[in-house]
């Protein structure tokens, strides 16, 4: 849709303990968009999307991301001993975002005063995805983020990413499993 | 950056962390005088002495729950993909740190004098110095936690990293307990403090960034 991509990279060489995982990677991700980044287990997946969090540096190669992001990852980064609103309360404060509309769109309603070290795995993996929901940032960067999500937590999920392309967001997935989207970009690693 | 603050000091306060210092601060004092004996006059020559190595100890004590869990959960990296500066982190725990570990110990030596039988003045030097040397302590358990943050036993190597570091402040802090300690020893020992403080949170940060790759 739009000229400026929201995420821009450009000859990109990740390198992990002195092995290679990949270079000369480009990418470009404008509104609307999504990349499904695929290849098997230590192919460097879960490297690209922290390099495009810029949480990694990479190698040789640039990265640009003009406005913020927003990340999934496999750590809950949620403080366990509160319940879940005010535990993903704190971060809708930083993110300038609304707790509700995530934990809403991830079907979290019910489990709000529910601490956050009692959820299970799939709730904890659906509190991570509300706070991506939650932050309202245009670049979604996801990695398996269907691990331990049972078919409804998928569907929301799904709906949930259809309204952020529609709004003009992007998203980057890595994923070794479908989660419902068509990607227009497809990476394949390794 | 106030909601980072009173994350610290939630965090230290509901898992109890807090408490450990000024307990470990109060044993030392009730276990000083089975070990020198209960002679007043020596206890009122040494009781500052041993308080202050009570204090350097107990710095040591939050090293484990200052960084290496917000690093293991994944929030040091979601602050980052905030664009929230590493130092900007470190200046929040730094803060939060200090207020659950500097005015509990404050408050811990009222009793903790009392019981080795220390005169007036000599617990309000104490005081002072504690006030002074409590942000300095807080600075390098800091700086501490974040160098031996995702390491697999932190305890032995956070003694030998801190307590050296802490030497300036356990003499200038024992010197201005010392009766008739010159002026000048709250003034060191305050500069030493500043000085810690001032460069805890770009060595922590930089420690935190250092440990993501």
């Known amino acids: 849709m739009s000229a400026a991509p929201l995420l821009r990279l450009e000859g990109v060489a990740c390198r992990r303990g002195g092995r290679l995982l990949f270079e000369g990677l480009d990418l470009q991700l404008g509104r609307g968009e ?37 990340l999934a990852d496999e750590f809950l980064a949620l403080d366990t001993k509160i319940r879940l609103a005010g535990a993903l309360a704190l971060w809708a404060r930083l993110d300038g975002g609304e707790a509700g509309r995530g934990m809403a769109a991830m079907g979290l309603d019910g489990l709000a005063d529910v601490p956050v070290r009692m959820l299970s795995t799939g709730q904890r993996k659906r509190a991570v995805l509300a706070r991506l929901v939650a932050s309202a940032a245009p670049l979604w960067l996801l990695d398996e983020p269907a ?44 | 950056m106030s909601a980072l603050v009173l994350r610290e000091l939630r965090l ?20 000083f005088p089975f070990a020198v004996g209960p002679d007043a006059p020596l206890l009122a020559r040494t009781g500052a002495g041993a308080l202050w190595m009570a204090a350097l100890l107990a710095a040591l004590l939050p090293v484990d729950r200052l960084v290496e869990p917000d690093r293991a959960a994944g929030v040091l990296d979601q602050l980052a993909v905030r664009g929230i500066a590493e130092e900007q982190v470190a200046l929040a725990k730094l803060a939060g740190h200090w207020v659950s570990f500097g005015p ?44 031996t943050a995702g390491l697999r036993t932190t305890g032995a190597l956070a003694g030998l990293l801190l307590l050296p570091l802490a030497v300036p402040i356990l003499i200038f802090g024992a010197g201005l307990a010392a009766e008739g300690a010159p002026a000048a020893a709250a003034r060191l020992l305050a500069a030493v403090s500043l000085l810690l403080v001032a460069i805890a949170p770009f060595a922590a940060g930089a420690a935190i960034r250092a440990g993501r790759s």
């Open chain 1, 34 to 70: 999504t990349a499904l980044v695929s290849g098997p287990n230590g192919a460097g997946k879960s490297s690209l999307i922290r390099l495009a969090a810029g949480l990694l540096e990479a190698a040789a190669g640039k990265v640009e991301r003009p406005g913020p992001v927003a």
């Open chain 1, 147 to 190: 691990n331990g999500l049972d078919a409804e937590g998928q569907a929301c999920l799904a709906k949930a990413a259809a309204a952020h392309l529609a709004d003009g967001g992007a998203i980057l997935v890595a994923s070794h499993q479908p989660i419902g989207l068509e990607a227009g970009v497809e990476l394949r690693l390794g």
């Open chain 2, 12 to 31: 230290a306060w509901t898992g109890g962390g807090a408490l450990l210092p000024p307990l470990f601060f109060l044993l030392v004092a009730t276990l």
């Open chain 2, 104 to 147: 509990p110990l404050m408050l811990a030596a009222l009793p903790a004098t009392a019981l080795l039988r220390l005169p007036a003045p000599t617990l309000a030097r104490l005081e002072l110095g504690l006030l002074a040397g409590t942000p300095g302590l807080a600075a390098l358990t800091l700086i501490v936690a974040a160098l």
